[in-house]
């Protein structure tokens, strides 16, 4: 088994990182991820103005997978992701979706027993998700903090990204060069005040190589649906970017007019909002494999 220790982290996604292991193409590794405060917040008495916030949002890695090389995608399997026994979550005047109603500064120690998550006694299923997660970018779009979600990845902060599901990266650099960190026990989509319940995690997942397919963006594969993911300054301008490819595929698939394609993802393809308050937003269009399986959608992708 190959293990990443949370001390090798990454605080931007950059065409030249330096990776800390190489693997062969399908091999397995286990990631030991960092919160994204880096376990500086351990009490409701913590005063995030008072950590180092040159410390956050740490993502473990990067791994240099042999094979790849662009052009490729990165198709990432997710194992496992075993979450600790406490999380965080906060809520910062000025951030989140309510930036101007938030009025005070909060900080929340969320316990997690047998499975669930305790917060206003409630207890709250878990779903552990992974916030950050990525391959190095193109010389053209890096370096890219690890705050920030766009082609190639990054803090996307999708609840969908999760244990049994199969992200799909766009390769820029030779090896791929990927890292993962800022996991959640929970957090719903757009992640509306800022934080999920941000908890340090060991993430297992498998790394292989698909040679000659080249997409824009991320591509996620679940039990029933296959989403692209797009990022931008705008909602408006990430729901273009994600649609857009979506209808593109489903052009070549059926080998129709794009405008017929246009058509049937208005039918079909939900627009979902993935988070809201990173400093660019995200979008999935989701595609139903009742309509086109992942595999489609991947061959309409290759040159």
């Not at 979008?283 to 061959?299: C, D, G, S, W, Y």
Request: charge should be negative; include cysteine; glycine fraction near 8%.
């Amino acid at each position: 088994m190959n293990i990443v220790e949370g001390r090798y982290v990454v605080y931007a996604f950059t065409p030249e990182m330096e990776p800390v292991l190489t693997v062969d193409d399908g091999s397995i590794v286990t990631f030991e991820s960092n919160d994204c405060f880096f376990q500086q917040v351990k009490t409701n008495e913590d005063v995030l103005d008072s950590i180092d916030h040159d410390r956050l949002n740490p993502a473990t890695g990067p791994v240099y997978v042999r094979g790849a090389e662009p052009g490729d995608l990165l198709k990432v399997d997710i194992m496992a992701i075993d979450v600790a026994d406490q999380g965080v979550a906060a809520v910062v005047p000025g951030e989140g979706a309510l930036r101007e109603e938030a009025k005070e500064k909060i900080v929340r120690v969320i316990p997690i027993v047998e499975g669930a998550a305790e917060y206003l006694g409630l207890r709250i299923p878990l779903k552990p998700m992974i916030g950050v997660i990525g391959v190095a970018p193109s010389d053209e779009d890096g370096p890219c903090p690890t705050d920030t979600p766009y082609k190639h990845g990054g803090n996307m902060d999708t609840h969908d990204i999760r244990k049994g599901t199969t992200l799909y990266f766009p390769v820029r650099q030779p090896g791929a060069l990927f890292a993962l960190g800022d996991c959640h026990a929970l957090m719903g989509d757009g992640e509306v005040c800022f934080t999920g319940v941000e908890i340090p995690a060991d993430v297992t997942v498998r790394l292989s190589v698909v040679k000659g397919v080249n997409s824009i963006w991320p591509i996620l594969e679940t039990e029933t649906e296959t989403m692209v993911i797009a990022s931008a300054k705008t909602m408006e301008e990430a729901t273009r970017d994600s649609v857009s490819q979506a209808v593109g595929a489903l052009a070549k698939i059926f080998d129709c007019m794009w405008e017929e394609a246009y058509v049937l993802a208005s039918m079909v393809v939900d627009a979902r909002i993935s988070q809201v308050v990173d400093p660019l937003l995200t979008v999935r269009a989701v595609i139903p494999k009742t309509i086109a399986t992942t595999e489609q959608i991947l061959n309409a992708l290759k040159e």
